[in-house]
């Protein structure tokens, strides 16, 4: 796959199952991720990836957080827990926020952003699929704590990533005229 392929047909796979990346394709991906554009070089994320049986681990926050919320019925309790083991790997990426006189919270949030976005493009590279879901554990407050998210923390989402099962679906490219403007010549 050439690389204006993989920007152009950039995709999300929902299904997921095994095989899932090897450790040595983890960590290429986690170093895409870790490329991502990122001023005054803060570092400012964290990447956990929990994969086979260590997805329990996150299954375990998950299902504490909806028995902890009170606007989650006992199927959404249920559900908790079954979410990481929708695809064999995820991986949780947070925000992790410094202070710093010329970088706003705003733009480190960016780069953890930027740093699923490579990760995900990265596994399609290897062969897999991946999607980036975020969902109301993102925000959650016992999720927060579990990971020990400080004011200005915040999970920029869970990439789920796997072998892609079924049909693969790219969008139709949008229209430039819709939200592009080309200014001069
Ligand atoms: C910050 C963020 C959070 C997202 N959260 C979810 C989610 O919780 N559930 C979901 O189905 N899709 C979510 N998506 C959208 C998918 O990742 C995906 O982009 C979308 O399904 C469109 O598919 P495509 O990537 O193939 O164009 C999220 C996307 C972003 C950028």
């Not at 926050?61 to 959404?76: G, H, K, S, T």
């Not at 990760?119 to 407050?141: E, H, K």
């Not at 915040?154 to 892609?164: H, K, N, Q, R």
């Amino acid at each position: 796959m050439d690389a204006i392929d993989l920007l152009l047909n950039r995709h999300s796979h929902a299904n997921l199952a095994a095989p899932a990346p090897t450790q040595e394709e983890l960590e290429i991906i986690v170093q895409a991720g870790l490329r991502a554009p990122d001023h005054a070089h803060l570092r400012p994320w964290r990447f956990i990836v929990y994969q086979g049986d260590g997805r329990q681990e996150l299954a375990d926050i998950l299902e504490r957080a909806a028995i902890n919320n009170p606007d989650l019925d006992q199927a959404a309790i249920d559900k908790a827990p079954k979410m990481p083991f929708r695809a064999p790997v995820v991986i949780t990426v947070i925000a992790k926020v410094s202070a710093h006189p010329k970088v706003p919270p705003l733009e480190q949030h960016l780069s953890a952003g930027c740093a699923v976005m490579a990760m995900q493009q990265a596994a399609l590279v290897l062969g897999y699929g991946g999607i980036w879901r975020s969902g109301v554990y993102a925000t959650d407050p016992y999720v927060r704590d579990a990971f020990e998210l400080a004011e200005q923390d915040e999970i920029v989402g869970f990439l789920y990533l796997g072998t892609a099962q079924g049909e693969t679906r790219i969008a139709a490219m949008p229209l430039l005229d819709k939200y592009v403007e080309f200014i001069g010549d």
